[in-house]
């Protein structure tokens, strides 16, 4: 009788299937496919042609293990504000698909196999960015700057840049200024690539307390910061073209994308210094996925064409 009863009123036990993709959502998928999107042309970039595959697919697997580590520990901590957000209140923490202890099991394992991983396949300077990064995005992000200040994704988006220095030392076992710059590409671009983001999940973000600057500025205040942040990216991009050397289709490339990404950066601050209702963010945030999608792209082509 009272086996029957628990069977009732116990919950069923998640799928092997559920499980799985549970803990696959605990890497952030999306963003991991971004930053692989920044890794492989800086190889072929540092390389000047094409590297060794397995040496990529090594290096590919190292950096997705680290971010994904660095990602579900992020969803540990965050658990508490992420039941607030409607943006992140599917997340598995939050459903209790996963406890926190798996979790944190998980990120461990993944991270401290990222970093043994890339230290046997690559060498040693990759596997010690690969954990620099891990400990930026878990320490200075998420457990310090998040919470406390407007300046969060400034200073916390520099975990996204490791990946063009773990694949630029991953081939030369050395950095140069090459993937400095383009580090530093990835570094300004972060702000106008999140802050429309912020911008269309204020109210989430409010809820929770977070103070990102769409929360704590009006939209004039933001659309001017991503229209200078912008700037600043598009121009660092075209630092690399006599510092690499680059040819004809970054240069481009990083003009006519760059161009748009602009366009629309300055669009959007119009709309928000018109006071429209509707200032459409999230036009920007995805143009600012498709402009650095193209400027890597690039960066990877371009030494392979003999112009």
């Known amino acids: 009788m009272d086996t029957a009863l628990e069977q009732v009123v116990s919950p069923p036990r998640p799928s092997l299937r559920r499980t799985v993709t549970a803990y696959v959502a605990l890497t952030k998928p999306r963003v991991i496919e971004l930053l692989l999107v920044t890794t492989a042309p ?17 290096t590919l697997l190292g950096g997705s293990l680290a971010a994904g580590s660095a990602n579900a520990f992020n969803m540990v901590i965050d658990r508490d504000i992420d039941r607030l957000m409607n943006r992140t209140k599917n997340r598995p923490l939050v459903t209790g698909e996963l406890t926190a202890r798996q979790a944190t099991v ?32 878990v320490v200075i992000y998420t457990l310090v700057l998040k919470r406390r200040t407007e300046q969060n994704i400034i200073w916390g988006g520099i975990a996204g840049c490791f990946p063009v220095l773990i694949g630029w030392s991953a081939v030369t076992g050395s950095l140069d200024w090459a993937p400095v710059i383009l580090f530093l590409v990835v570094f300004l671009w ?27 500025r009006g939209r004039t205040v933001v659309g001017v910061q991503v229209v200078l942040y912008a700037w600043a990216t598009v121009v660092m991009s075209l630092l690399l073209i ?50 650095l999608t193209l400027v890597f792209v690039a960066v990877g082509v371009d030494p392979l064409l003999p112009f």
């Open 42 to 58: 800086v190889m072929i970039l540092a390389e000047g042609g094409l590297p060794s595959i397995w040496l990529v697919l090594a």
């Open 106 to 137: 998980f990120a461990t394992v993944i991270g401290v196999g990222s970093i043994m991983w890339l230290w046997a396949t690559t060498n040693l300077l990759a596997a010690a960015l690969a954990f620099a990064a891990i400990l930026f995005y």
């Open 190 to 216: 972060t702000p106008p690539h999140y802050w429309p983001l912020s911008m269309r999940y204020r109210d989430d973000y409010a809820e929770a307390s977070v103070p990102m600057l769409a929360v704590v």
């Open 242 to 291: 006599p510092v690499a050397p680059m040819g004809a289709l970054y240069t481009a490339v990083a003009v006519l994308a760059g161009g748009w990404f602009i366009v629309e950066s300055h669009r959007l601050y119009g709309r928000a210094a018109r006071g429209l209702d509707d200032v459409s963010p999230m036009k920007v945030f995805h143009a600012s996925i498709t402009y």
